[in-house]
């Protein structure tokens, strides 16, 4: 690979270390995981000036845990262990994590890590949208120190992340809802090993006469900067009874908070069309799950 | 910049000095001469470059050399012994699944995983677990058919586990 200005590969057993060699190298150190999508970020001219390479799978952060809160994934998990876990389990509410790890390969699953995947912040994941459409919460470690955010504000940017340098994420937490709820993904992609022409993740929960008490629609796949939440697909959804007409009204009103790029998997026009369709076809897998 | 590195290929190990940035495929072609494992796209996509990394199929080309230090790395050169190939490449052979024979290695490495996670898959679930390896070749067809076949034959345990 051409990283040209590569002074320094280290392989941390401790968070000092990691800590000391982005001292050394401040924003020019990058952070490894499991290394699936160094080489799409070297395509894109992202790392021309990296000159410290920093291997995390020393420091653990990797397995999962069933709580009665919810999930707890740690951050170094792969792809692989995760949909392999007992944790994961039957559970409706976590069937849009489920569907989307059944799309990477079989290497990419086992190099891929949860964490990784969603520093990477990457618009054309899949992993981030579905993640994203269920309650998730980050807890990240640096130097000791603790932090939690939302999901949704470790996004900053096309390939921007919000952690601090050296901040690494420890931890994926998701909070099991209350009640019935059911969640779904689904993706669009042009071979059985591309990122997504456009992908999609519904998560739903009803009350007891089957009314809308919560939502999350999220795409991804080129249609904003990162994974986006569709709040105005949200609003058609809530307080409603689920309708198949209710949940076509909610995926037209996705391209309200979408801006589809073209590219070469697919014109923007193209991404938005199917934009649509793949979040209705989310809602209607999750609320078969909800029966 | 150089950095000395061990690496444990095929239950041999190796002390070699590697750029900090190369990759585990570029090592094992160029330092060790072990060239069973193709460089295809050379970026993830096409799966020639596929080897076992602690009994894991990986693509050799995603993975830096550094990365790879105290795991053990099988090649198709590590597969079966001096005096019997391994029956995954006899199925290979025996159905005709080789035409210009590059993405064989990995094509027969990834299958090596799919049969150790599940022994007796669909077709379905065959085309669908070496999705990430491509053949412009074959058409896929006696690929599908060759782990068909081992998987009727029963294979030995993986290596590297």
Redesign the interface.
């Given at each position: 690979?051409?990283?040209v200005k590569?002074?320094?590969?280290c392989?941390p057993d401790t968070p000092e270390q990691v800590d000391a060699c982005v001292d050394k190298y401040g924003e020019n150190a990058l952070i490894?995981a499991g290394?699936?999508f160094?080489?799409g970020l070297e395509?894109r001219g992202l790392l021309s000036e990296v000159e410290a390479?920093i291997?995390i799978?020393k420091l653990g952060f990797a397995g999962v845990a069933a709580t009665a809160e919810g999930l707890r994934i740690g951050a170094m998990t792969t792809f692989?262990q995760l949909e392999q876990a007992p944790g994961l389990g039957r559970a409706p509410w976590l069937g849009a994590l489920k569907d989307a790890l059944t799309y990477?390969?079989?290497?990419?699953k086992?190099?891929a890590t949860v964490g990784g995947c969603l520093a990477a912040a990457c618009p054309f994941f899949d992993i981030p949208t579905a993640l994203l459409a269920l309650d998730c919460k980050l807890s990240t470690s640096k130097a000791g120190s603790k932090r939690e955010m939302d999901l949704a504000d470790l996004f900053s940017g096309l390939f921007e992340n919000s952690l601090a340098p050296g901040e690494l994420i420890a931890e994926v937490k998701l909070n099991k809802p209350a009640g019935r709820a059911a969640s779904a993904f689904i993706k669009l992609e042009g071979t059985?090993?591309d990122l997504a022409i456009v992908n999609a993740a519904a998560f739903i929960a009803v009350d007891g006469a089957g009314q809308c008490q919560s939502a999350r629609v999220t795409l991804g796949g080129g249609v904003g900067d990162n994974a986006v939440r569709s709040t105005s697909a949200e609003k058609v959804l809530l307080g409603q009874k689920l309708t198949e007409e209710l949940l076509q009204r909610a995926a037209d009103a996705v391209e309200q908070d979408i801006q589809p790029m073209a590219d070469h998997r697919a014109s923007a026009a193209y991404r938005l069309a199917m934009a649509k369709v793949f979040t209705k076809r989310a809602l209607s897998q999750a609320l078969s799950r909800l029966n | 910049m150089k950095q000395l590195i061990s690496l444990e290929v095929n239950g041999d190990v190796h002390e070699i000095a590697v750029e900090a940035d190369a990759t585990l495929l570029s090592v094992l072609r160029d330092n060790l001469e072990l060239i069973g494992t193709k460089r295809g796209c050379d970026s993830g996509g096409c799966g020639c470059c596929t080897v076992h990394v602690d009994g894991k199929a990986m693509y050799s080309c995603m993975m830096y050399a550094v990365s790879a230090q105290g795991r053990k790395i099988t090649t198709i050169e590590g597969l079966g012994t001096e005096e019997r190939i391994d029956p995954m490449q006899e199925a290979f052979v025996k159905e005709g699944a080789v035409q210009c024979g590059y993405c064989t290695c990995g094509m027969i490495m990834t299958a090596k995983q799919l049969l150790h996670d599940n022994p007796h898959p669909s077709e379905d679930e065959i085309r669908h677990g070496i999705a990430g390896n491509l053949c412009r070749c074959t058409g896929y067809h006696k690929i599908v058919e060759a782990i068909k076949t081992a998987a009727g034959n029963g294979l030995p345990h993986m290596k590297g586990q």
């Open positions: 690979m051409a990283l590569l002074k320094e590969f392989v490894l290394g699936s160094i080489h395509a390479l291997d799978r692989a990477p390969p079989m290497q990419i086992n190099a059985a090993n | -």
